[in-house]
């Protein structure tokens, strides 16, 4: 694997101009964990989706590197044979666990 490309901002750059942003989206997240957790189902843990999130979750704390890179694909459909039918209109956003 090569050299990760260096960014061409100091920390203290990218911290003026990205953290709000990303405090937001921190922010977002946590509060649908929440209603994850007020959910009126036993199911939020069956859901693949949501088994997937917080796998992704964990891959942000981990202390690697690539994150982005390794979420993307633990969210990505890696199967290469096309469905009769789509099990619904849209994208689900991660793989169901067939695949």
């Known amino acids: 694997m090569s050299d990760p490309i260096p960014c061409p901002m100091t920390l ?3 911290t003026d101009a990205y953290f709000l ?3 937001a989206k921190m922010i977002d997240i946590a509060a649908f964990l929440d209603r994850l957790d007020r959910a009126q189902s036993d199911q939020t843990d069956d859901d693949f989706r949501i088994k997937a999130f917080r796998e992704c979750l964990q891959l942000l704390i981990d202390g690697r590197s690539d994150r ?5 694909e633990k ?3 890696h199967s290469t044979e096309p469905l009769d039918q789509a099990p619904m209109k849209g994208a689900m956003g991660a793989p169901p666990p067939s695949a």
Do not use: G, T
């Open 12 to 14: 203290e750059e990218m």
């Open 75 to 77: 969210l990505s459909d």
């Open 68 to 72: 982005a890179r390794r979420i993307l």
């Open 21 to 23: 942003d990303h405090r």
